[in-house]
T-cell receptor, first 113, second 114 residues
Framework: DTGVSQDPRHKITKRGQNVTFRCDPISEHNRLYWYRQTLGQGPEFLTYFQNEAQLEKSRLLSDRFSAERPKGSFSTLEIQRTEQGDSAMYLC???????????FGEGSRLTVL | AQSVTQLGSHVSVSEGALVLLRCNYSSSVPPYLFWYVQYPNQGLQLLLKYTTGATLVKGINGFEAEFKKSETSFHLTKPSAHMSDAAEYFCAVSPTSGTYKYIFGTGTRLKVLA
């Protein structure tokens, strides 16, 4: 069990560019979550997958954000036409069915210049 | 709807002193409750959780928390602070079924003074 891994750990981009983050959950976990954390705040829920199905999306997830989880394994979070307000830490978490406990990755920090 | 309030965004204690971090929650149904710790530039690590059963929950690194339904509280305590406890602490609530989506508080940064 190698835990939840996220890539890249840090990304600096210019406003208007597209970025993509990848999350590899713990292998036997069928539930996957994306959260966003800004400075001085707690993580905010973005979206949730059960296997390959995206079952819930926060209203924080604007049309510029899209997440996928093909084949119910790894997940990607893409942000199109980045804005400075997108600068944050993007956290991925996974859990097994019914466990209630989320296991978090170390996050991908995005800086939009 | 569920929500979490953490009183005190910054708490300072002396090494060896009692640590008390406060968390109050709002939930229309019995929730699951969690405390996580976050060190700089790292993800969140679970300290302890309350699901069902005993209301006094013991976690890692000597931390414990007590679920008090009548007070809708889940305060985190540690009898004796250590320098390595300096970090940010987050309280979270989740439903007991469905998505298990966590709602986090805004966090409390703990500073331990030598």
């Amino acid at each position: 069990d190698t835990g939840v891994s996220q890539d890249p750990r840090h990304k600096i981009t210019k406003r208007g560019q597209n970025v993509t983050f990848r999350c590899d959950p713990i292998s036997e976990h069928n539930r996957l979550y994306w959260y966003r954390q800004t400075l001085g705040q707690g993580p905010e829920f973005l979206t949730y997958f059960q296997n390959e199905a995206q079952l819930e999306k926060s209203r924080l997830l604007s049309d510029r954000f899209s997440a996928e989880r093909p084949k119910g394994s790894f997940s990607t979070l893409e942000i199109q036409r980045t804005e400075q307000g997108d600068s944050a830490m993007y956290l991925c978490a996974s859990s097994s069915q019914g466990a209630g406990e989320l296991f978090f990755g170390e996050g991908s920090r995005l800086t939009v210049l | 709807a569920q929500s979490v309030t953490q009183l005190g965004s910054h708490v300072s204690v002396s090494e060896g002193a009692l640590v008390l971090l406060r968390c109050n929650y709002s939930s229309s149904v019995p929730p699951y409750l969690f405390w996580y710790v976050q060190y700089p530039n790292q993800g969140l690590q679970l300290l302890l959780k309350y699901t069902t059963g005993a209301t006094l929950v013991k976690g890692i690194n000597g931390f414990e928390a007590e679920f008090k339904k009548s007070e809708t509280s889940f305060h985190l305590t540690k009898p004796s602070a250590h320098m390595s406890d300096a970090a940010e602490y987050f309280c979270a609530v989740s439903p007991t079924s469905g998505t298990y989506k966590y709602i986090f508080g805004t966090g409390t940064r703990l500073k331990v003074l030598a």
